[in-house]
């Protein structure tokens, strides 16, 4: 628990500190939004506007532009259509469902994005319950308007603040492959030394650590988007689309982790003795190998000397001649053998290439 618990600080520090610029935006977004409402067009009660720009543009640092624009869309589509047909149909319970039903369909109609049609209904629904009264002072369209603007602004937000898409998926692959290297670091003195409790260790931080590659998978996915949208990053799409990449067999040989380190506590508790020395010094040096993976990740360096350390550690995986006579050793390495391979595709080798280094069974 205690080792959970500072995971999750860490990770929790981490968030703050890529969040709170983007958050920082979003709230002077939704201030601007508010104040063209209400004093360029006029409204008394703008509600909308900075309710929009504040759902809009969220509060990641990477923002996907199909997002923003999906539910810029969705809440000014649902506040349009809502508050027509309340001034037709009025309010009550036969109104709520035909207004989410009629919100949805047309929200379905016009996009297949589900971001959309849940920010159509959910608006609708808005206006559905909130009395005529509680209008915004600019006529019959007024809210409408207020979403407009305030859609409009996340929207510009989003294109325009000039920043290097690259910088904050760097920082998260950097920590997510550490996150790794950490791990595997773990269980190689766990099993040198003999240690259940180093080795359980390693597991729960490899559990803990799905949060971190989520996050970065999710957010190199966002500013590839945004690259391909924005002129003036267009230049990083190369980049950003290996971190794609990169992010997803970073996830599968962190999984494959968690299987060799459940299977390499099974072996320490077993009854029967093994000599895990030989299994142990290869992992150790996969570990110094995803170390320099995660140091080049985040500098945006070619990480060669990472596929380097990685080829000479597939090669030397031959479960026959480190556990000549113990085969539940050799199925210790056989799954060490997946989790290089995903490293070597991770850092740029081919996958032919990354397979052919292992030593043939």
Known sequence: MRLVAQVRWRQGVDRVR???????????????????????????????????AWIALGFAAERSLRRVAEIAVGVALGVGLGDALVHVIGTGMWQVAVVLFTA?????????????????????????????????GGGPIGRWTDALVGGAVAFLVAVLTPSDP???????AQRATHELATVLDELARGLLARSVQDVEDALVRAR????????WRDTARNTLDLARLSPAQRRHRGELGRHVDAAVLLDRAMR?????????????????AH????????????????????????SGRDPARARGELLVSARALDPFAIAPDDWQVQSLVLLHRSLVVDLLEAAGEDPARAREALPEL
């Open 18 to 52: 890529a969040s709170w610029f983007p958050i920082l935006q979003a709230a002077v977004a939704a201030a601007i939004a508010f104040a063209i409402a209400r004093y360029g067009l006029g409204h008394t009660y703008p509600f909308f506007a900075p309710i929009c």
């Open 104 to 136: 949805a369909t047309l929200a379905r109609l016009l996009d297949r994005g589900a971001m959309l049609t849940s920010q159509a209904g959910s608006q609708a629904m808005v206006i559905v319950g909130l009395p005529v009264a509680a209008g915004t």
């Open 166 to 172: 690259r910088r904050h998926p760097r920082t998260l």
């Open 208 to 215: 803990a650590s799905q949060p971190r590659l989520d996050e």
């Open 256 to 272: 494959n982790a968690r299987v060799l380190t459940r299977r390499a506590l099974a072996l320490l508790e077993s009854a029967t």
């Open 275 to 298: 000599d895990l020395d030989a299994a142990a010094q290869r992992i150790d040096a996969t570990a110094v190998a995803a170390a320099d993976l995660a140091s080049a990740l985040g």
